[in-house]
């Protein structure tokens, strides 16, 4: 295994995440995660893009936006945001649609309906989308190319409006970038390597991206013999720091418990790992309604995603669930005398 810290790439990824967070819908900027300038930026971007901003939500589908799962079709040298627009042009115009459109079925943990209109409505009805995704996988599944070639016109013009933006917005960390080495990269990738289900002995390289945007948090792109980590700057130092429990963790893993439909999914995790559809179809609601509960779970680690099958899968994080259920047992120890 051969490890590649790629500085390079950072500001693409930047981009494509600062791009899913503008519609005012999909995510709240958290102030733990983000520094105030750049929460305040991003609100200012929704307001002064708000059509282009909401019209992202038409490439979202099973809570997944469909320009970070084309970033897995492209190839490694795609580094800049400019480089990702032309290839992805490139790569839509000559793609044979079936083939992608099986991959993309595997991504969203769907039969893949052929091409046949009727089999695709069939699909489409029977699966647990909302009314919105339904529309969108009609419109993906019937004519890909030029549903595909539309999102990237709309993700040049945003990309566009960021270039003014990311310099002021990146300044404060670039230099903690170039003055970190690469064994120090792959050392904070190790410590958080444990925080992922993903078996990396099965990749010849990893490539590791330090990201400026999202600093407390690291995000897995699965390729045929590499896998690629977008790791936030802060994430392994916040690890490190991080002895015990707070008293705010522990408020949330009792909120968390609190929630009917979170205590139910636990539940059915407990028993065995579970896709998103096999969750929704379980407890009755739609896939977005447990992708939702699934954020607040994932953020406080009460949960992992494993991306290692063929379906992304939910993998309860027992381990973390120990070490909290521990430290609450010492914080409310009543085996002492009552009074």
Do not use: C
Request: proline fraction near 4%; avoid cysteine; glycine fraction near 2%.
């Amino acid at each position: 295994m051969t490890f590649l810290v790629n500085r390079n790439k950072t500001k693409l990824h930047d981009y494509l995440t600062m791009a899913a967070f503008l519609p005012p819908q999909v995510h709240q900027l958290n102030e733990d995660e983000y520094r105030t300038e750049v929460i305040d930026r991003v609100n200012e971007l929704r307001q002064s893009v708000s059509d282009l901003a909401d019209g992202l939500l038409d490439f979202r589908i099973a809570d997944r936006f469909l320009f970070f799962g084309l970033l897995k079709e492209l190839p490694p040298e795609v580094i800049t945001p400019s480089d990702y627009i032309a290839t992805a042009r490139q790569y839509i115009n000559a793609f044979d649609e079936e083939t992608y459109l099986k991959q993309l079925s595997t991504n969203l943990d769907i039969d893949y309906p052929g091409r046949d209109l009727n089999s695709i409505q069939t699909m489409l009805r029977e699966s647990s989308f909302d009314d919105r995704e339904k529309w969108i996988g009609l419109m993906i599944f019937t004519d890909p190319k030029t549903y595909l070639l539309r999102m990237i016109d709309r993700l040049e013009e945003i990309f566009q409006r960021f270039d003014p933006l990311y310099d002021p917005l990146s300044e404060s960390h670039r230099d903690r970038i170039s003055q970190t080495s690469d064994q120090e990269f792959i050392e904070d990738y190790r410590l958080i390597e444990k925080t992922f289900t993903q078996d990396t002995t099965r990749f010849d390289k990893i490539e590791i991206v330090p990201t400026l945007f999202q600093p407390y948090s690291a995000s897995l792109f699965t390729f045929a013999h590499r896998l690629q980590v977008a790791l936030g700057i802060e994430l392994a130092n916040s690890i490190r720091h991080s002895r015990q429990f707070d008293t705010k963790q522990k408020s949330d893993f009792f909120k968390n418990l609190s929630d009917p439909t979170r205590y139910e999914m636990l539940l059915l995790l407990v028993k065995a790992d579970h896709t998103n559809k096999q969750l929704a179809d379980a407890l009755g609601v739609t896939a977005p309604n447990i992708t939702y509960h699934f954020r607040s779970l994932l953020k406080d680690g009460l949960v992992k995603l494993d991306l290692t099958s063929d379906k992304p899968r939910y993998r309860i994080n027992r381990e973390h669930f120990n070490r909290i259920l521990l430290e609450l047992t010492e914080d409310l120890d009543l085996t002492g005398i009552d009074r």
